[in-house]
């Protein structure tokens, strides 16, 4: 089961442009976690967000959650040719032990 | 360096046979996980262990088998049993089971049915 939906799917932007990725999850979570993804590699951790922090900052990202709405954003800013990948959110559900992971957003950066 | 090694990145198989994908992390890592990623699907989780000698079955575990006899390995074997093996693999490991902590991902295998 994937508890976690990205939207949109796919998003095109320029460089210096802001790029922001939503994600919907089903479950009560213990966290919820971003991660990037270069084509045809390993997924790399982005940040983690736990279940009672409403918003959180690394570098150019920031990450909100809404655990009301079952909901997060990742936001990118003044995004980079090099931030061009793909991006998912995972949930670690309350009584699970394994994250969760949804389809992801691909997004490109073209400068 | 400490880190995750999956091997080998581009694997072929057979119509038949059975194959097995190495994992090996020497992070100290209590937990180790395996998913199936497709085009679109994101990602699935096969199997996962949490501890030496244990191991519990994910989403999408038939045709596929594991074992955890030691901390440091995880290999995962795709059986004929399992009708379309043609994916990307990914080995993740972390701390602890409970996902309270970031999972490290090793670079994948590529499985393709010939």
């Known amino acids: 089961s994937q508890q976690g939906e990205e939207d949109p799917q796919a998003l095109s932007i320029q460089e210096g442009e802001n790029a922001t990725m939503n994600c919907s999850y089903k479950t009560s979570i213990n966290n919820l976690q971003w991660y990037r993804q270069n084509s045809g590699r390993g997924l790399v951790h982005l940040i983690l967000i736990r279940s009672n922090e409403r918003e959180k900052h690394s570098g150019r990202l920031r990450v909100t959650l809404d655990t009301s709405k079952k909901s997060s954003s990742l936001l990118i800013t003044a995004s980079r040719a090099a931030d061009t990948a793909s991006y998912f959110c995972?949930?670690?559900?309350?009584?699970?032990?394994?994250?969760?992971f949804g389809k992801g957003t691909t997004l490109s950066v073209s400068s | 360096d400490g880190g995750i090694t999956q091997s080998p990145k581009y694997l072929f198989r057979k119509e038949g046979q059975n194959v097995t994908l190495s994992c090996e992390q020497n992070?100290?890592?209590?937990?180790m996980y395996w998913y199936r990623q497709d085009p679109g699907q994101g990602l699935r989780l096969i199997y996962y262990?949490?501890?030496?000698?244990?191991?519990q079955k994910g989403d999408i575990a038939e045709g596929y088998s594991v074992s955890r006899e030691k901390k440091e390995s995880f290999p995962l074997t795709v059986t004929s049993a399992q009708k379309n093996p043609t994916a990307f693999y990914l080995c993740?490991?972390?701390?602890?089971?409970?996902?309270?902590?970031?999972?490290?991902f090793g670079q994948g295998t590529r499985l393709t049915v010939v």
């Open positions: 992070l100290n890592h209590d937990a």
């Open positions: 995972a949930t670690a559900p309350e009584a699970g032990t394994a994250l969760i």
């Open positions: 993740a490991s972390s701390i602890q089971g409970a996902m309270n902590t970031e999972a490290f």
């Open positions: 262990s949490q501890i030496v000698n244990d191991f």
